[in-house]
C-alpha cells in the first residue's frame, strides 16, 4: 500500500525531531558525543522538512540544501562515534563528502539520475566511515550499543544502495534518491528504523560506558582498598608492588604491568623479590634500575611485544616533594591511548604513595629501633607513664629499682613513690602531661626492692603513647649525691666532733633572732661558756680524752636548752648557746636568761666518766670541770653590718670577767644591747 508522500515526511520530520530533542535534553549537562548525535538527528529532521516543500519553494534548498543537511548528519554521526572513543576524527573523510554532496547536488540539479547516484555512493562513503571506527573497537567498546548503531549504519548502505537498483535494469532514473516513492512503505520503514537505531545506538553506547566505568571505578577501589590494607598491615614493598602489578593485570585483561625503582630506594629497603610474569618468560614485575633503559624493563617490554602487546609506556613515580620514585610501565594491545584505557595517572599516584609510605614507614621502623636501641641502653632509667600506671620501663629502671618488668607494668607509679613523697610528685607531674613543666626537675624518695627508699631526680616531657597522651619519664638515683651534699653542708655549718653548729650558723641563726625580734619586740640572750680546768686533762690523758669530754658537754648543754635555742661550739672549749623567743620586759628576759644559764652551768659541773680504751684495753677517765659563763640580753633595734659580730664581742667580755671572778660562775654583760 501506498502513503501519502507528504504525510510520510512529515512523519519522518517528526520523529528525528522528537529523537534529537531527545538526545538534546539527556546530553544538556554532558555527553558531548551525545550533543552530536542530537545534531545529526536536527539535521536529518531539516532535510526531510525542505523536502517536504519540494514545489513550493526553489530547487536549490530542496535539492541543494536538503543534500547538504543529510551529508552533514552523517557526518556529525561520524564525529559522535570517534569523540565517544576517544580518537581523534580523521576529519578529511568526515567532511570532504559533505562538500561533495553539496557541490554535485548544485551542479547535477537538472540532472537527477546522474544526481542520485553520486549522492547515493556518497552516502556509502559516509555511511563506512561511521562503520570503520566501529568495527575497529569492537573489542573495546562495551555492550550492545555499538552493534544497534553498526545496524542503523548498514541500513543506510542499503537504503543508499537500493537508491541505484534501477540502474542496472535499465528502468530509468526517474526514480531519485528523494523522489515521490522514497516516501512509500518500504522506504518510510527504513528511514525511520534508521533514525531509531542511530538514537537508542548512541544512548545505549553512552548508558553502557557509563555503567562499565561505574562497575571500573568500584574494581579500581577495591584494588586501590587491596594496596593499603598490604601497607597498613605492614608488608614489605616488594609484595606490595607485585599485588599492585596483579591487580592492574586483573583489572584490565591482556595487559601487562611492570615498575622499575630507584636504586638509591632499594638501599634503605632491602633486596627486592622478582617473581615471574604470568604467561611464561622471566621479566619481573618490580626491578631496580634507571627506568626504562634498565635491563628488566627492556627484558619485560621484549616480552610484551612476543605477547602482543605492543604499545608499551613508561610514567614516572613521583612522591609529594617531586623526587623520582621510579617508572611504571604499562603495556597493551593496539588501540586508543593507553592512559586513557588504563587509567594512567591514577595507577602513577597509587603506585607512588605505596612507594612512599613503605618508605617512610621504614624510616619509622629503622628510627624507632635505633630509638628504642638508645632507650634500651641508656645509662639512665626511662619509664613511660599513662593515666598514672607505668606501660614501659627500659632496662635500667629495673636495675635501680629491683624490680622486674612484670612488677612494673600496668602498676600505679605512686606505688613506688614513698609515702612522704607521694603528693609531691602527683601534683608536679600534673602540669608536666599538659607539657607545661618540661623543664621540671625535682628529687623524691622511690621504694627499691634491694635498696629501700631511694633519692631520685625525676624529670620528663610529655608525648602520645599508642594515640594517646603520656608522659616521658627520666629516673636518675642521686642518692649518693644527695648525701655527699649533706655531709658538705654539714661540715660547713656544723662541728665535725660534737655535731653542734659551728660560728657561721650561729651568726645566720642570730641574724633571724634580730630581725625577728624587731618584728615582735621579744629579746633573745647569747651565752658564751669556756671550761675551766680543760687543759690539765689534755696534758694528762691526752687530745682523744679531752674530745670525749668536749662531746659530753655538747650532749649535756643540748639538754639544758629548749628546741628553739641553739647550741654551737666555736672551737678548744668555748661554747655558745642563743636563746631566742625572751619576755620583752627586760627583768623578766633577764631571769630567764639566768636560769637557763645556771642550769646549763650546774650541769657541766657535775663530774665527767670517760670511757677509754688503751693499747686494746678499756678504762674510764673520772674527771672535774666546771665553766665560766657570759650572758647579754639582746633586743632587735640595730641594723647595721656587723651587729651580730659585736654582740658576740659582748658576750665574751662578759665571759672573761666570770673568769676574772675565779670561774664557775655566772656574769652578765654591765649593759644589755638594744
Known sequence: MDLHTPTTLLLIVIVSSALAATLGVIAWRNQFELKLGAGALALQALAFTLLSQRGQIADVWTVVGANLALASGVAMLAEAVYHFQRRAPPRAWIWTPVLLAALVAALLIDRAAARVSTLALLVVLQAGVVLLPLWQCRRQTPGHGQSLLAAGALLLVLIALGRLRPLPEGGGLGSQLFGGAYGQGPGFAGVVLVLLLVALGMLSMVQ??????????????????????????????????????????????????????????????????????????????????????????????????????????????????????????????????????????????????????????????????QYRELIESANEGICVLQDGLVRYANPKVRELTGH????????????????????????????????????????????????????????????????????????????????????????????????????????????????????????????????????????????????????????????????????????????????????????????????????????????????TTHDGVAGTVEYRCSASVGVLLFAGPSEREGAAEGLLDQTDAAMYRAKEAGGNVVSFSAQPAG
Open 208 to 369: 553502557e560506558r557509563a555503567e562499565m566505568a561505574l562497575t571500573t571505578s568500584q574494581a579500581y577501589q577495591l584494588f586501590r582498598s587491596d594496596v593499603l590494607d598490604r601497607l597498613s598491615c605492614g608488608q614489605p614493598l616488594p609484595a606490595v608492588l607485585t599485588a599492585f602489578a596483579l591487580g592492574v593485570e586483573r583489572l584490565h585483561p591482556g595487559c601487562g604491568c611492570h615498575l622499575v625503582l630507584c636504586p638509591a630506594l632499594t638501599r634503605a629497603l632491602g633486596v627486592l623479590e622478582t617473581p615471574p610474569w604470568p604467561g611464561g618468560g622471566t621479566a619481573a614485575r618490580v626491578s631496580v634500575g634507571e627506568g626504562e633503559r634498565s635491563t628488566a624493563a627492556a627484558a619485560f617490554t621484549s616480552r610484551a611485544a612476543q605477547l602482543g602487546l605492543a604499545r608499551c609506556r613508561g610514567w614516572p613515580l613521583l612522591a609529594s616533594d617531586r623526587q623520582h620514585l621510579g617508572t611504571l610501565m604499562l603495556a597493551c594491545r593496539d588501540g586508543p591511548d593507553a592512559a586513557d584505557t588504563l587509567r594512567a595517572d591514577d595507577l602513577t599516584r597509587l603506585a607512588a604513595l605505596a612507594i612512599e609510605r613503605s618508605v617512610d614507614a621504614q624510616r619509622l621502623r629503622d628510627s624507632e629501633r
Open 404 to 611: 622486674a618488668e612484670a612488677e612494673l607494668l600496668g602498676r600505679p607509679f605512686l606505688e613506688f613513690v614513698h609515702a612522704a613523697d607521694r603528693t609531691l610528685v602527683a601534683r608536679k607531674h600534673q602540669p608536666r602531661l599538659q607539657g607545661k613543666s618540661d623543664n621540671l626537675r625535682y628529687p623524691a624518695r622511690l621504694l627499691t626492692h634491694h635498696h629501700g627508699a631511694r633519692w631520685f631526680e625525676l624529670s620528663g616531657v610529655p608525648l602520645e603513647w599508642q594515640g594517646r597522651p603520656a608522659t616521658l619519664n627520666f629516673l636518675t638515683d642521686i642518692t649518693e649525691r644527695r648525701q655527699e651534699d649533706e655531709l658538705v653542708h654539714e661540715l660547713a655549718y656544723h662541728d665535725s666532733l660534737t655535731g653542734l653548729a659551728n660560728r657561721r650558723l650561729l651568726l645566720d641563726h642570730l641574724e633571724l633572732v634580730l630581725a625577728g625580734n624587731r618584728r615582735n619586740g621579744r629579746r633573745g640572750a647569747l651565752l658564751f661558756l669556756d671550761l675551766d680546768h680543760f687543759k690539765p686533762l689534755n696534758d694528762r690523758h691526752g687530745h682523744h680524752v679531752g674530745d670525749l669530754l668536749l662531746v659530753e658537754v655538747a650532749r649535756r648543754l643540748r639538754h639544758c636548752v629548749r628546741e628553739l635555742d641553739t647550741v654551737a661550739r666555736f672551737g678548744g672549749d668555748e661554747f655558745v648557746v642563743l636563746l631566742s623567743g625572751l619576755a620583752a620586759e627586760i627583768e623578766l628576759a633577764r631571769q630567764q636568761a639566768a636560769q637557763i644559764a645556771e642550769k646549763a652551768r650546774d650541769a657541766l659541773a657535775e663530774p665527767y666518766r670517760l670511757t
